[in-house]
Nanobody
Framework: QLQFVESGGASVQSGASLRLSCVASGSAVNDLYIGWFRQVPGKEREGISC????????IYADSVKGRFTMYRDNARNTVYLNMDSLEPEDTAVYFC?????????????????WGPGTQVTVTS
C-alpha cells in the first residue's frame, strides 16, 4: 500500500530556508505524480507544487514560485521541497500526496494517500 511520510518542518525566522522530505513506501516515486500541499487552520488545503512522473517536470503556485524547488531522489524514493526566503505567510502544515490530476495545473491538484504532515512556522 502506498504511504508517504513527511519530515523537516521547523520553526524559523523570516528569510530562512528549510528542506522538507517526503519518503514513499509501497511504490516508486519515479512512477508517481506527487504534489506538495499546505494547510492553514480554517482554510482549505492548497496545492503548491507538483512533480511529473518520469520526466521530473515541476509546476509551482505563484505564491512560492522562485522561492521553492521540488525535486525527486529515486535512489532514496523521496521527494523534497527546498524552501528559501521563507515568509510568515508560509506558516502551515505541509503534506505530500499523489495528485489525482497528473500535475496538469496547480489549480486542478487533488491529493490522495496523504501523509501525516509536517509543521512549518515562520516568524517575523
Amino acid at each position: 500500500q502506498l504511504q508517504f511520510v513527511e519530515s523537516g518542518g521547523a520553526s524559523v525566522q523570516s528569510g530562512a530556508s528549510l528542506r522538507l522530505s517526503c519518503v514513499a513506501s509501497g511504490s516508486a516515486v519515479n512512477d508517481l505524480y506527487i504534489g506538495w500541499f499546505r494547510q492553514v487552520p480554517g482554510k482549505e488545503r492548497e496545492g503548491i507544487s507538483c512533480i511529473d512522473k518520469g520526466n521530473r517536470d515541476t509546476i509551482y503556485a505563484d505564491s512560492v514560485k522562485g522561492r521553492f524547488t521540488m525535486y525527486r531522489d529515486n535512489a532514496r524514493n523521496t521527494v523534497y521541497l527546498n524552501m528559501d526566503s521563507l515568509e510568515p505567510e508560509d506558516t502551515a502544515v505541509y503534506f505530500c500526496a499523489l495528485d489525482r490530476n497528473y500535475c496538469l495545473t496547480i489549480k486542478t491538484m487533488v491529493g490522495k494517500n496523504w501523509g501525516p504532515g509536517t509543521q512549518v512556522t515562520v516568524t517575523s
